[in-house]
């Protein structure tokens, strides 16, 4: 009598899948650092003059008015406040600039994958938590229970002024 031996492949194949899916972990790992890499060059390049060389923003951001005058540039640190903001929104932002804010439009000088390089870059200098928070979404989530001590909310993102977007959603 023979002995079925077909169920021996399937080890090999989930070994095989296993493997698979660690080298694209790997090349993902590696497709984000590099990214990351030359978001740094570019942040320096475009960014650092008024969001800091350290990401730290200007001192007094969270005062600013609604007065272009009165803006001073955020940290893009977990301290400041663009990790509750979307991605798209965040995309949307920095490519065509804020309207009566000094933030410039930066898709002339940046092309759409420049501009996600720098994202990586900034979202490195962030906590795990923020960085899930931001991920998932939803701007009236608890707060990550990590934020830096002083950490409060900026005028324009206070809770029922539309923190998941630069401009407030349409119901």
Same mark, same amino acid.
């Given at each position: 009598?023979?002995?079925?031996?077909?169920?021996?492949?399937?080890?090999?194949?989930?070994?095989? +899948? #296993?493997? @698979? *899916?660690?080298?694209?972990? $790997? &090349?993902?790992?590696?497709?984000?650092?590099? =990214?990351?890499?030359? +978001? #740094?060059? @570019? *942040?320096?390049?475009?960014? $650092? &003059?008024?969001?800091?060389?350290?990401?730290? =923003?200007?001192?007094?951001?969270?005062?600013?008015?609604?007065?272009?005058?009165?803006?001073?540039?955020?940290?893009?640190?977990?301290?400041?406040?663009?990790?509750?903001?979307?991605?798209?929104?965040?995309?949307?932002?920095?490519?065509?600039?804020?309207?009566?804010?000094?933030?410039?439009?930066?898709?002339?000088?940046?092309?759409?994958?420049?501009?996600?390089?720098?994202?990586?870059?900034?979202?490195?200098?962030?906590?795990?938590?923020?960085?899930?928070?931001?991920?998932?979404?939803?701007?009236?989530?608890?707060?990550?229970?990590?934020?830096?001590?002083?950490?409060?909310?900026?005028?324009?993102?206070?809770?029922?002024?539309?923190?998941?977007?630069?401009?407030?959603?349409?119901?």
């Amino acid at each position: 009598m023979a002995i079925d031996r077909s169920w021996l492949w399937a080890p090999a194949l989930l070994g095989a +899948g #296993a493997l @698979l *899916y660690a080298l694209y972990q $790997a &090349a993902i790992s590696a497709i984000d650092a590099y =990214g990351a890499q030359q +978001g #740094a060059t @570019l *942040y320096q390049t475009h960014c $650092a &003059a008024c969001h800091g060389s350290a990401l730290d =923003g200007q001192e007094g951001w969270q005062l600013g008015s609604l007065a272009a005058q009165g803006w001073r540039a955020p940290p893009l640190t977990a301290s400041g406040h663009a990790w509750m903001h979307d991605d798209k929104a965040l995309f949307q932002h920095v490519k065509n600039g804020a309207a009566g804010s000094p933030m410039p439009a930066f898709g002339e000088k940046l092309s759409d994958n420049q501009i996600w390089q720098v994202f990586a870059f900034v979202k490195k200098s962030w906590p795990e938590s923020v960085r899930a928070f931001q991920l998932a979404g939803d701007p009236y989530a608890l707060l990550p229970a990590d934020l830096p001590v002083d950490w409060t909310y900026p005028p324009a993102c206070e809770p029922g002024a539309a923190p998941g977007a630069l401009t407030p959603a349409p119901r």
